[in-house]
């Protein structure tokens, strides 16, 4: 690894290259804002990566003819690019983009990175982000690195040799950070339904935002807990310090937190700084269906954007304005769903748009993705209760949904099911 400015470590990067950029919290904003500054001298640079976090000045408008964004999950600092068309999407399951790159079929000119500061032996950490990114080093012609001394280290498969890393940036920027959000009447109603579905002794997935945080406050009578999931939040930490969290009862990888990427506060970055029950894997093992169904008590917890009246679930659009990604959801509600005591949920508040709009439909917007489809989906919570679908007809499957549905949209949806002779 040679250590050089941030304009010299990107000054190799040419016109019509293949970036990839690590995700999440560690997205490298150094190397990113070097590079944008040389955007006079480049054009159509592809930037592949999943959700960043920080404002993305590569997306900007005025960065249109210089930069092409091409999202394996839309992130909040993307959307307008998507759908204005100055960026891609491209559907993806989590699980399946390591190969993406390691099979040439996304082929990369250019990794950048977010590493802790080298070890004794000259391994460096991907610290909050592993995701995609070892098959990403191995593909790319070039590995340009900030390397951080905030960033924390991390154990597990994260580690990249210095050897491996062409240019180094030496940085002192701290991992973007993602506040707690406001819990709600909805949301604290939806928590305590889902928790009563969660057994001692399950392995949990859950995600990032209101409804992930509003479960883990009420999991606090719940014994030996374990994490096998795409994001660590604090969420996690808390569950851990109250010994709800233990790992003890996994199938595998007892006794780990096991996560691909973190987001959260200061106190996430020092719980997760060198801990050995912290182990990051990259996405093809922690969305890997056939591990997820190997934990006897797997409880999927993920969310939705709306529902129809058959189950189908879309979770990466509203209509045709493409929202977010396809990412793990399905990688989940399939292998939780596969496990022998396994539990697959999605939920999602019963109203949008300030209690305007039902999320539980008749049928999905034109346009609108299908990311579990009917016959995946196995279990509906919302404020107003809970859903089973499995094993039921759409007769069925109508009454279930209706039931929890907001109560203003009650008749509305039993009145257009009985139009299409679901009821």
């Not at 080298?118 to 593909?139: K, N, R, W």
């Not at 406001?182 to 002794?201: K, M, S, T, Y």
């Not at 679930?313 to 396809?326: F, M, T």
């Not at 404020?383 to 509305?412: C, M, N, T, Y």
């Amino acid at each position: 690894m040679q250590i050089v400015t941030a304009d010299e470590a990107v000054a190799g990067i040419r016109s019509g290259d293949q970036v990839y950029v690590q995700c999440a919290a560690a997205a490298p904003s150094v190397l990113l804002d070097a590079l944008v500054e040389r955007a006079p001298e480049l054009h159509n640079v592809s930037m592949v990566h999943l959700h960043t976090e920080g404002p993305g000045p590569h997306l900007a408008p005025e960065m249109a003819p210089h930069f092409r964004h091409r999202a394996l999950f839309i992130g909040p600092n993307a959307r307008q690019a998507i759908n204005e068309g100055r960026a891609e999407y491209i559907p993806a399951f989590l699980s399946d983009v390591p190969r993406l790159f390691s099979s040439g079929r996304l082929p990369l000119d250019a990794v950048l990175c977010n590493v802790s500061p080298p070890d004794a032996h000259g391994y460096c950490s991907l610290g909050t982000s592993v995701e995609a990114m070892q098959e990403a080093i191995q593909a790319a012609g070039m590995v340009i690195a900030q390397v951080n001394r905030a960033m924390p280290r991390t154990l597990g498969e994260s580690f990249v040799h210095v050897d491996d890393i062409d240019y180094g940036v030496e940085v002192d920027v701290p991992p973007y950070l993602y506040l707690p959000p406001v819990i709600g009447e909805v949301e604290r109603r939806i928590g305590e339904f889902v928790a009563d579905l969660v057994p001692d002794g399950a392995t949990l997935q859950m995600g990032i935002g209101a409804i992930p945080t509003a479960v883990a406050k009420c999991l606090g009578d719940k014994k030996d807990l374990g994490i096998h999931t795409e994001m660590m939040t604090d969420s996690v930490v808390d569950l851990v310090e109250a010994g709800v969290v233990t790992g003890m009862a996994k199938e595998r990888n007892r006794g780990k937190v096991l996560c691909t990427f973190m987001m959260g506060t200061e106190k996430l970055y020092r719980f997760a700084h060198d801990n050995p029950m912290v182990e990051m894997r990259a996405c093809d093992f922690t969305n890997d269906t056939h591990v997820i169904r190997g934990f006897r008590r797997m409880t999927a917890i993920n969310s939705a954007i709306s529902i129809d009246l058959t189950g189908q679930v879309c979770a990466d659009s509203i209509g045709w304005h493409l929202y977010s990604g396809v990412g793990g959801q399905m990688d989940f509600i399939r292998g939780a769903a596969l496990a022998p005591e396994g539990r697959a949920i999605i939920a999602l508040p019963s109203t949008a748009a300030g209690g305007r709009v039902s999320r539980i439909v008749p049928f999905l917007a034109e346009g609108a993705g299908v990311v579990t489809t009917r016959a995946h989906v196995r279990t509906v919570v919302t404020e107003w209760g809970v859903a089973e679908l499995d094993g039921k007809s759409i007769r069925e499957r109508a009454q279930e949904l209706i039931a929890i549905a907001h109560p203003d949209f009650r008749d509305e949806l039993t009145a257009q099911a009985r139009r299409t002779h679901y009821l």
